[in-house]
């Protein structure tokens, strides 16, 4: 098949819904094959990408993941990309509310998960070299108001590809984060529903609301960070490495 991953072996984490799904199904397009892998809740009914292999797990299962991994070289012989995808946006708090082990989950999750992944993969990649892509979020450039445990979590994703970009350069691994503004994923449009009901805008509304903050007076979508992603993990960006692109249609700026 042609396409711009055409015989690359992808692993992709948090990869069963939303911006995760997305991504697989733009991979699959191109010609990528391999593993995807998240909770057995969220795993949507009804056909999956060609050339995936879906496997039920938690990212922060570390032998989970070494075993995920590892069928992938077994299978394929190779993994050639490496997305981090999985991620939780926790309920907002006041800072003075905080609840820790509502962050220890969070950074299980969005930090250390990624750290544990890209642990187990990087072996399997050294040999050929490849791409790395962590989903980080716009908040890992701007804060927003109660959320901490989110912003600092996001934060540290970028800690990690610039770190992760430095150590494995010298074996070609190029390691690169996402950062996507709002995108009306399920969750977003849940949070949007639940603040309805506490008397805030409809879910039409606060869409209005948010393309109106972006310079292209639009929100982007999750084929729209599927579509950075392709071109992290692509030979198009083999000079690029260690960097955060925002995909959030000028709402950062």
């Not at 069963?16 to 593993?35: N, P, Q, S, Y």
Request: glycine share 10%; charged share 20%.
């Amino acid at each position: 098949m042609d396409g711009l991953l055409a015989g690359r072996i992808a692993v992709i984490t948090g990869g069963a819904h939303g911006i995760g799904r997305a991504i697989v199904e733009r991979f699959a397009e191109h010609g990528a094959t391999g593993l995807v892998l998240d909770t057995e809740a969220v795993i949507a009914p009804g056909a999956f990408s060609e050339g995936f292999t879906w496997r039920a797990g938690d990212v922060t299962k570390e032998t989970q993941l070494a075993a995920l991994m590892a069928e992938a070289r077994k299978t394929f012989g190779r993994i050639d990309v490496l997305v981090t995808n999985a991620g939780i946006v926790p309920p907002w708090h006041e800072t003075s509310d905080l609840d820790f082990d509502e962050w220890d989950r969070v950074f299980a999750v969005n930090v250390r998960g990624i750290a544990a992944a890209m642990k187990y993969a990087v072996p399997f990649m050294k040999q050929t070299g490849g791409a790395i892509v962590a989903t980080a979020s716009i908040n890992a450039l701007k804060a927003a108001a109660r959320q901490l445990a989110y912003t600092a979590s996001k934060h540290a994703v970028l800690g990690i590809v610039r770190c992760a970009a430095l150590d494995l350069g010298r074996f070609n691994i190029r390691v690169n984060a996402l950062a996507p503004g709002p995108v009306l994923t399920t969750a977003l449009r849940e949070r949007i529903r639940h603040r309805q009901t506490m008397g805030g805008p409809s879910e039409e509304q606060s869409a209005l609301e948010l393309a109106a903050q972006t310079p292209l007076n639009r929100i982007a979508t999750e084929a729209d960070i599927a579509n950075a992603a392709l071109f992290l993990s692509s030979d198009l960006a083999s000079a690029i490495t260690g960097h955060m692109l925002p995909i959030d249609a000028g709402f950062s700026i």
